[in-house]
């Protein structure tokens, strides 16, 4: 290939080959929200289905859920959001771009601990205002620093418009399985060590949504909590990462050499250990797609707590009590969705000298898995051979059906969405030595064979 492949050229095959646009497009666009076109919603659909499968169907010891997404607004005290749950931010006051300064600060190697103080970062962001650049106009002229809550707020059931009791979209999706702990032990048989899944919306008012699906304002988590009896967290933990990375690697096909773990350097008060793990993302570099998170008590505890509803849980054979500790596995979809189309895009120059773009992605994440031609249009007899095959097989499989322009270029078009095997109706299936016959295409080595109709 003769140039490094950039995030542009992975958004401007999204935006292309319908897999992701920008939210609210025709009015201008709003920053931060994307939707996922037809190509996309089928490709996010199969690597959530793969992480179900994996986390919940595969496990005997973990259960799913699917929780409201309004809840009592109380969570959100209790899981610190409503005090905690901001960002640093400056404003440059030439252009008026936004700035994080704990990112711009991390930037040039000064670390902004999440447990400092506004006049404490202020500080820091003082010291080192010389050395930092509004990103947008290039001047060096900003505010002070101001915390920046991201919860966003709505009105659910507050018909003043007063907001008494302001309602709250979710932050994380996480709290709905800290909300439904008591009822998974009390209505199904799971006993701690046990963990709970779910995939849910979040949204966050991001100060600066940027590079595609990375930091977006409403987002979709993938999250398993995983109790287990105080202590017994160290061996569970190493597990978990161990089946996360395993997932990447075997389940995705995601290239081993593209990721890498990252432990964190400034954990939270109550929590143990927390690792990122990272892709290696074009034109961004390594960056965080999923954090796993060693909680201890905290979550259960403070949900005690703010609810007066007591979580501790009794173990059936002991009869011990103990508020389980908590272990987190937590990932954004879009940034996976990105991970695997960036890690599947590849441009190849073809034995004619003519390159081709190709999403090699696994045959069971590809949005469509056989795409059936017709050689040739205005034949009606292979259009009617070819649409019974379609027919036929998009009872198992996604399916399309393209009579439109050469072959070439369908075969582009397929190629482009990473549909693994193209189908072609010929004269030979008709008639003849092959007749009952179809050729098939790889995705991948462009050969092609013939096969019989009905062992396809
Ligand atoms: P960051 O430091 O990048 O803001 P975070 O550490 O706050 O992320 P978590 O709260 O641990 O992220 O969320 C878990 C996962 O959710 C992240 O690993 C990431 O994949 C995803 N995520 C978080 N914020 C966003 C966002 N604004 N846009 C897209 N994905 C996000």
């Not at 007066?308 to 990932?331: A, F, Q």
């Amino acid at each position: 290939m003769s140039r490094e492949v950039t995030l542009e050229d992975i958004v401007s095959l999204c935006k292309r080959r319908g897999f992701v646009y920008q939210g609210s497009e025709i009015y201008g666009g709003e920053a931060g929200l994307y939707d996922f076109g037809p190509y996309g919603v089928e490709l996010l659909n199969n690597i959530k289905k793969s992480w179900w499968r994996r986390n919940v169907h595969l496990r005997e010891d973990i259960v799913g859920i699917d929780s409201a997404m309004f809840k009592h607004p109380k969570v959100w005290e209790a899981s610190g959001h409503v005090g905690g749950f901001s960002d640093p931010l400056a404003e440059c006051k030439e252009c008026h771009a936004r700035i994080r300064v704990d990112k711009e600060l991390g930037a040039i190697g000064v670390i902004a601990d999440e447990k400092m103080s506004e006049i404490e970062l202020n500080k820091l962001f003082d010291e080192n205002r010389d050395k930092i650049k509004c990103p947008t106009c290039g001047k060096k002229n900003f505010t002070e620093v101001k915390a920046f809550n991201l919860l966003v707020r709505s009105n659910l059931g507050d018909f003043t418009g007063k907001e008494e009791r302001p309602v709250y979209l979710p932050g994380e999706a996480c709290q709905g399985i800290y909300l439904n702990f008591k009822n998974v032990v009390d209505t199904t048989r799971m006993k701690v060590p046990f963990g709970i899944a779910q995939i849910g919306k979040a949204f966050r008012n991001e100060i600066s949504p940027r590079n595609f699906l990375f930091r977006t304002r409403e987002l979709e988590q993938a999250d398993t909590q995983y109790f287990v009896k105080p202590h017994e967290n160290k061996e569970q933990y190493e597990k978990i990462k161990a089946d996360r990375w395993q997932w990447y690697v075997k389940d995705l096909g995601i290239d081993e050499t593209k990721l890498r773990w990252k432990q964190h350097d400034n954990l939270v008060f109550y929590a143990k250990d927390a690792w990122d793990i990272e892709y290696n993302f074009p034109s961004l570099g390594f960056d965080e797609v999923e954090g796993i998170h060693d909680r201890t008590d905290y979550d259960l505890s403070q949900h005690t707590k703010f609810s007066g509803t007591d979580l501790t849980h009794t173990d059936p054979h002991t009869n011990e009590k103990y508020i389980p500790w908590v272990l987190e596995t937590s990932m954004g979809m879009g940034r996976i969705f990105m991970s695997v189309v960036c890690d599947a895009y590849t441009v190849e120059t073809m034995e004619n000298g003519e390159s081709r773009t190709v999403l090699k992605l696994k045959p069971e994440l590809a949005p469509v898995q056989y795409a059936v031609f017709p050689l040739l249009k205005n034949k009606p007899e292979l259009v009617v051979k070819a649409r019974e095959i379609y027919q036929e097989l998009s009872k198992k499989y996604v399916c399309e059906f393209d009579d439109n322009g050469n072959i070439g270029k369908r075969y582009r078009r397929q190629d482009e969405i990473g549909t693994p095997y193209c189908i072609v109706v010929d004269f030979d299936t008709l008639e003849g030595e092959h007749a009952g016959t179809v050729t098939v295409r790889d995705r991948d080595t462009t050969e092609q064979k013939r096969v019989k109709i009905e062992e396809l």
